[in-house]
């Protein structure tokens, strides 16, 4: 999440000792970043870490395989940040660089979800499958549980049954209707086409969630087409009348 | 330049109503972006103008092989963003992603420098040679030129020449000193081996200027570890003295 930090998130990390470099000159908190994906959005601030800070990195074969296959992310120095494949639905040891444990756990599971837009064959519209491209990541310290899931294409049952009676979940939020970007005149695509569901509709993620017993819901990855980004818009007041809370810059969550 | 943005300039494009889109949504007002190296400093800034965003871009062979290699600019859709290889050493008319010229013409030409960091040989210390892998651009309107050259290794013969008599040289500030990074503990690496030249010392851009009689001289793409980048340093006060600018983000220049 820190990675795609806007101009005012970095501002509030600069005025936050606690965020500021432990060791040395240049380094960051930041002791390991965990993928849920190979998407520009997930990958790209991996270049502003660069070249010499320390951190474990964690993400399926599929993706780990697409930053092998872009020469940039050697900046990335494989002798200072350790690349480590994580197998599907086994729950992963988040280690510092230097092998040390955080005490926390990472499970990664697959989503439905599309290639990468960069990876699409052109002319052709990518399927969804659950094939490790897209996925979601269940962190835990032992005691407490969250669900990050910042792109899903549908809510599956397994997915349902995964996330029932969860402490807290981060939700793909991207869109509220499936049409929304095509009637602004923002671009030609669908919700489905780019791989998210909407966050409204009989099959949207409110819908989704209803009877799942989800303590803490909270919409993220909005894009700057859902009126849920507005304090004051009925769609905002909707999602909260449903229990969820919108992400914002800064957020804090205790479990 | 625009690319690289700090929040700070990133605010101020906001507060300034020409710089907002010309056209449709989501547009901005780049028409063209000129690649001046391969680096990461030079071309991830790429990946903030996707997905629909139109420009010509131009470079040389070998820092557009850089892209064709990496997949990830791929999400620069080549139907929107024109891929324009340039040959050093001939002036380019920039043109508009429609074919409409600007009224502006680039001309690419070779300085010493060395291949992307991510694209090192493990172990080996590369050469710093005249590849293209590293280019100064000059850009005019048929009436003034300035000259752009964010990185070299070295002031050679030709590049005197070159730049002999200039209106303007925005020219590589990365260090004041070659050790400088090393003696601050903030990495092993000299500016001779990331393919700088340091801005003081005999063999140094102030003493390589003297007696060009360029009228503007700025420096920029300065390292944080270069005291010039402190008002109140002496070496900003010997900067100034030696008729030199520092740059500085929303910095304009009229010719």
Redesign the interface.
């Known amino acids: 999440v820190l990675l795609n930090a806007s101009?005012d998130l970095?501002?509030q990390i600069e005025q936050t000792p606690a965020l500021w470099p432990h060791e040395?000159?240049?380094s960051t908190p930041i002791t390991a970043v965990v993928l849920t994906g190979g998407d520009?959005d997930a990958?790209?601030g991996l270049?502003?870490l660069?070249?010499?800070q320390a951190f474990s990195l964690l993400a399926t074969l599929p993706v780990h395989a697409?930053l092998d296959?872009?020469?940039?992310?050697?900046?990335l120095d494989r002798d200072i940040v350790r690349r480590q494949p994580i197998m599907l639905d086994v729950p992963c040891p988040i280690g510092r660089p230097d092998g040390a444990l955080t005490g926390l756990t990472v499970t990664l599971f697959a989503v439905p979800g599309k290639v990468?837009?960069?990876?699409e064959q052109p002319g052709r519209t990518p399927t969804l499958d659950e094939t490790g491209q897209t996925v979601g990541a269940a962190i835990s310290d032992g005691r407490a549980t969250l669900f990050y899931i910042p792109s899903c294409a549908a809510m599956t049952p397994a997915l349902a049954n995964r996330l029932r009676g969860a402490e807290a979940v981060f939700f793909d939020g991207t869109l509220w209707t499936d049409d929304e970007m095509v009637r602004?005149?923002?671009?030609p695509k669908t919700g489905m086409r780019m791989g998210h569901m909407s966050v409204s509709g009989p099959d949207g993620t409110l819908a989704a969630f209803e009877g799942l017993g989800v303590r803490r819901r909270i919409l993220l990855h909005i894009n700057n087409s859902n009126p849920i980004l507005l304090d004051d818009s009925p769609e905002r007041a909707q999602v909260a009348a449903a229990g969820w809370d919108v992400a914002f810059d800064g957020m804090e969550v205790t479990l």
Chains 1, 2 share one sequence.
């Open positions: 101009p970095r501002q040395g000159l240049r520009v990958i790209a270049l502003t660069r070249e010499r697409v296959d872009n020469s940039i992310f050697e900046v990468p837009l960069y990876l602004a005149g923002l671009g």
